[in-house]
């Protein structure tokens, strides 16, 4: 019989598998418990790609909607939209109250179709006439109005649910909405304001059981609040990095007894480490270990395949326009080499390591095609993605093991980590290159 494989690197994490973020998780569960005694609470969720955002998110949710006593008696009704390029934030509100139509008791839906019939016909609400995208160019004050006129007919919607949940005595604890990926809104500049003040607005009245979370990348966030820095006091504005050592390997210990396979803890703690506490990188080497295991006993043969073919695919899937995995290495690669050893480093530093005799120029031809960022504040360039870091890693590790590349470089937790590569490693990525 086959056994189960619960990683799933092209999904969100179950809730059975999420593990970590504990500070995180009751913070907002505390703050949701708040929300259901009317008192108005949202959230931001910022990070980038693949750092868990969404799983974190989908965790909420469950929380939020499973009535548990541990965590608050929480029964919210939620919607959840992913954006998609281009949309109009009208459109998505739109179709986010809709997803919550089939969630509500037959008294609200007559009170929304006798209190708000001319927006809210079929069983659907319909809250503007500009569409899916944002393809018009709208004056500033006719974008104000617009802004006005969505803000009102959305209070006057969540007024309605509200009101009839409570004429009903439904056990519902208020209304959860979730929006991912706004960096996708078309018009995203400045969709903070209009969310306080519909939150404000209900608070005022009584009626802030509402609850918005937005999740996006970090850049996006400054975007999203521009025009009404007030409206972050409203959000409770969480960035998300890597997950523990100890949160990565609980993760992968929930995967593999889900499998029912036999591990030692120390093959845990080495494929933890080499995930970097990237939640993707986590789900892409449980997921390829238990794909390379075929007695059910996970060996270090096991972990180096699954190491090695993992490697691969975060090469070819992932970053292949910011680094020439394969091919010589030039200037570009051995910079990127040592940014995902070290970390952050100022250009002053990195010409002190570099042989570089163009590296500012090198670092202004990764900055332009993404692969790394400069703060502008203490002037650390750094990679743009833990996970890059994490594919390189995986790249050079021979050449650490066998040649010594880098090794003055790297920190004494890095040095701690290349001596613990097994035997099999080179080998396997031979023998997966070959597949």
Request: with cysteine; glycine share 8%.
């Amino acid at each position: 019989m086959a056994k189960l494989n619960v990683f799933n690197p092209n999904a969100t994490v179950a809730p059975g598998l999420f593990a970590g973020r504990v500070q995180l998780v009751t913070s907002v569960i505390n703050k949701l418990t708040q929300v259901k005694m009317g008192l108005s609470s949202s959230f931001i969720f910022s990070g980038e790609r693949g750092i868990g955002k969404t799983a974190l998110a989908k965790f909420i949710r469950y929380l939020a909607t499973h009535n548990d006593k541990s965590f608050g008696e929480l029964n919210f009704l939620t919607s959840y939209y992913a954006v998609e390029k281009g949309q109009s934030f009208e459109y998505v509100l739109q179709t986010s109250l809709n997803s919550l139509t089939d969630q509500l008791p037959e008294n609200v839906l007559d009170r929304l179709s006798k209190r708000v019939g001319n927006i809210f016909k079929g069983g659907k609400f319909s809250i503007g006439a500009f569409g899916g995208n944002v393809d018009v160019d709208l004056g500033k004050n006719e974008s104000l109005l617009k802004d006005q006129h969505i803000k009102d007919i959305a209070v006057s919607i969540f007024t309605n649910i509200i009101r009839g949940l409570e004429e009903s005595k439904d056990n519902h604890s208020g209304i959860l909405i979730i929006i991912d990926e706004v960096h996708n809104l078309g018009d995203l500049q400045g969709i903070a304001m209009i969310l306080r003040n519909i939150a404000t607005t209900l608070d005022i009245n009584e009626l802030g059981k509402v609850s918005f979370l937005i999740i996006g990348y970090t850049d996006a966030i400054e975007l999203f609040f521009d025009g009404d820095q007030s409206a972050r006091r409203h959000f409770d504005h969480y960035e998300l990095g890597c997950l523990t050592t100890e949160d990565s390997k609980e993760i992968l210990r929930k995967g593999f007894a889900g499998a029912q396979v036999k591990i030692e803890e120390s093959i845990i703690s080495l494929a933890a480490s080499y995930s970097g506490g990237y939640p993707h990188a986590i789900q892409v080497i449980g997921h390829n270990i238990l794909e390379c295991d075929s007695d059910e006993i996970i060996d270090e043969k096991d972990l180096s395949l699954g190491l090695s073919k993992t490697a691969l695919e975060l090469q070819k899937k992932d970053f292949l326009n910011f680094y020439k995995f394969g091919k010589k290495p030039t200037t570009k690669e051995a910079l990127l080499d040592i940014l995902a050893i070290v970390g952050k480093m100022t250009r002053q530093e990195l010409s002190k390591i570099s042989e570089d005799k163009n590296l500012y120029r090198t670092i202004n031809d990764l900055k332009k095609i993404g692969a790394i960022k400069e703060d502008v504040e203490n002037g650390q360039v750094y990679l743009s993605s833990m996970l890059l870091a994490v594919a390189i890693i995986f790249h050079i590790a021979p050449k650490i093991k066998n040649d010594g590349y880098l090794k003055e470089t790297m920190s004494e937790r890095n040095k701690s980590l290349y001596s613990a590569i097994g035997e099999n490693f080179t080998e396997a990525l031979t023998q997966n290159k070959s597949l």
